[in-house]
């Protein structure tokens, strides 16, 4: 494809013609939420774009919604047509006279969560980030669970507090009760945490009954973006025996503003870590397209880079996720969105979440100030963000996702 555009863009943007992320924005005196689709520092305005280019009115209709999911629902094939079209405007300079004035300036927009989440589930998909866990919690024992190797484990999240990259977070309250306690205790959790991840936000929906196999991911897929699953880990652990996560995990779960098209990830993708124990067949991806996904990820906290997972190190990809999710029967409904699970990598300064960043408060966190930081306080902001392989050369931008901790 080409990289070549009309728009005045440094050569190396992460956000050139070869990502073409899509978002949600108002701004002033453009009424209504539009979509918008992410090019330099600079929104263009799909609808208006569309119009002004003289798009056949299907194509119209998807991008002057005010949301992504009819555009999502459409299926890949429309994805890709409109994604041509899209290069197409940005890079024959016939299109510029009309498709110009739909640009805005990314600083005077406001980004909004860019569709309606139908469900969530979190993976645990890393296999350095439950071996730590498993080395914190059951130390000289197994770090890994039986089932692990065996089968994408995850949960059912809470998908209506999920909100966009920006959003306050409010400190949870909830039952805590430590090791050494005689009974638990009520207030805000003390070990607040974040958890690194990568999204993956389902377009076309499958009936209830008909599991997607792997070889269908890219047909269910409409994109990527990144994710903090804020983590109460003291309330998390008094609750979760035996049924799992839940409010420890329930009260805020933020969404990076852009989702990066499948498509825009082609050169990104790469074979999955090397498996000691042989999948089932459904899940068994050994002589299927590779789905491992290279991103650099990057953790700061009070603008200070704590981690730098390797998303490329995932045991398990988002293809295996999508089978294993659907395997019994459950459908599919766009705007689904299943996360990765944290994203930790085999080195310290590589791990995806404060529990492992300082071995559950053992080792804290010490920053050039003189501050420290085991876990989360009111004020903290963290930022997570992350690029990938692009075409010649250039990387692919996702933007960030961001939140602050209020009490």
């Not at 650099?296 to 997972?309: H, Q």
Request: with cysteine; aromatic share 8%.
């Amino acid at each position: 494809m080409t990289t070549t555009t009309w728009l005045d863009l440094p050569a190396d943007s992460p956000f050139g013609v070869h990502n073409l992320p899509y978002g949600v924005f108002t701004a002033p005196d453009w009424p209504g939420r539009r979509i918008g689709v992410r090019i330099g520092e600079q929104v263009l305005d799909a609808g208006a774009a569309a119009r002004a280019a003289g798009a056949p009115s299907e194509l119209l209709d998807l991008l002057a919604a005010e949301t992504l999911n009819p555009l999502m629902a459409a299926g890949r094939p429309t994805w890709q047509a409109v994604r041509g079209a899209l290069t197409e405007w940005l890079t024959d300079a016939a299109h510029r006279a009309a498709v110009e004035p739909c640009l805005l300036d990314l600083a005077d927009v406001e980004l909004h969560l860019p569709f309606e989440v139908a469900d969530y589930v979190d993976f645990f998909a890393s296999e350095h980030h439950a071996t730590n866990l498993g080395k914190i919690f059951r130390p000289g024992s197994e770090p890994l669970t039986p089932n692990w190797k065996h089968l994408p484990i995850g949960y059912h999240g809470r998908s209506g507090t999920i909100v966009v990259s920006g959003t306050p977070v409010t400190r949870p309250h909830g039952q805590r009760k430590a090791p050494a306690d005689a009974a638990p205790t009520f207030g805000p959790s003390r070990r607040l945490d974040i958890e690194a991840e990568v999204a993956f936000v389902v377009g076309t929906p499958s009936a209830m009954g008909s599991p997607v196999a792997l070889a269908d991911f890219a047909e269910h897929v409409f994109g990527v973006c990144l994710l903090n699953d804020w983590s109460a880990r003291d309330i998390q652990a008094w609750e979760y025996v035996p049924l799992g996560p839940f409010l420890g995990k329930s009260f805020a779960t933020s969404l990076s503003p852009w989702v990066v098209p499948l498509d825009a990830l082609q050169h990104a993708r790469v074979a999955p870590p090397t498996r000691d124990v042989e999948p089932l067949p459904y899940l068994d991806d050994r002589d299927a397209e590779p789905w491992g996904l290279d991103l650099a990820i990057e953790v700061a906290l009070n603008g200070r880079t704590v981690s730098r997972p390797p998303f490329a190190s995932m045991y398990w990809t988002a293809a295996q996720q999508l089978a294993h999710l659907t395997v019994n029967g459950a459908s599919l409904r766009t705007g689904d969105v299943y996360a990765s699970g944290t994203v930790s990598g085999p080195e310290p300064d590589t791990r995806g979440a404060l529990i492992e960043l300082t071995w559950n408060g053992e080792h804290p966190l010490k920053f050039p100030d003189g501050t420290e930081r085991t876990f989360l306080e009111d004020g903290d902001e963290v930022t997570i963000g992350a690029t990938a392989p692009g075409p010649g050369g250039l990387r692919v931008g996702f933007g960030e996702v961001t939140g602050r901790i209020v009490g």
